[in-house]
Structures are given as C-alpha cells and as structure tokens.
C-alpha cells in the first residue's frame, strides 16, 4: 500500500467524522412550548347581559435543546372557546436560550 493512499484514507476518515459532527452540533432540534396553567392571571373582566370579556397574562416556557439560540421575531397566543377566538396576544422579539428553558409571559387582550 502507498503512502498516498494511507493519507487518501486518513483524510476521508477525517472528513467523514468532521461533517458527523457538525451534523451533530448544528442539526435543528424541536422546540417545546408550554403554558404555565397555575400562573395565569386574569387582569381586567367584564360581564354584560350580551357578553363577557376578559384580559390575561399567561406566563409561557420555551425549551430549546439546540446547541445554539433561537430568535423569535413574533409569538402569537389564540384563547379559543368552542373553536371561537376570545383574547389574543403577541410577544415580539424573544430569544430561546441553548440547551435550557426560556421563560416569557404574554397579556392576551379580548378579541373585538
């Protein structure tokens, strides 16, 4: 065997194992969201003969296991009641830390 072929092998070796690592490192993983439900707190309501309405905060964690943050331009909440839309709200420019969990809180304000 030449020696032009032991390096042949050695570097595509090398580079075999390079590129599985980067897949490793940088291959997205899912992000989970989930709502807080013990923490969620009613700001402002309102009850009339035709209608309720209410306001909330609604306190949210994000878990990333990528190896490198998430940045988030807009996170919109629908409270929904029988498939009917009853708040809403947006959280802007939020960033999910790496390997950890991101706490966010977002004020859902009654649908018009």
């Known amino acids: 065997m030449s020696c032009g072929k032991v390096a042949c092998g050695i570097c595509c070796g090398v580079s075999v194992v390079a590129i599985a690592l980067i897949l490793f490192f940088f291959w997205p993983r899912n992000v989970e969201g989930c709502i807080n439900t013990d923490d969620l707190a009613v700001t402002r309501w309102n009850l009339t003969a035709s209608a309720f309405t209410v306001a909330m905060t609604i ?26 839309a ?27």
């Open 59 to 84: 306190p949210a964690r994000v878990k990333n296991e990528n190896y490198f943050p998430i940045d988030f331009d807009t996170i919109e909440v629908t409270a929904k009641y029988n498939d009917v």
């Open 86 to 112: 009853v708040a809403q709200g947006t959280k802007n420019d939020f960033t999910a830390d790496s390997r950890g969990d991101s706490d966010l809180t977002v004020n859902l304000e009654p649908v018009s």
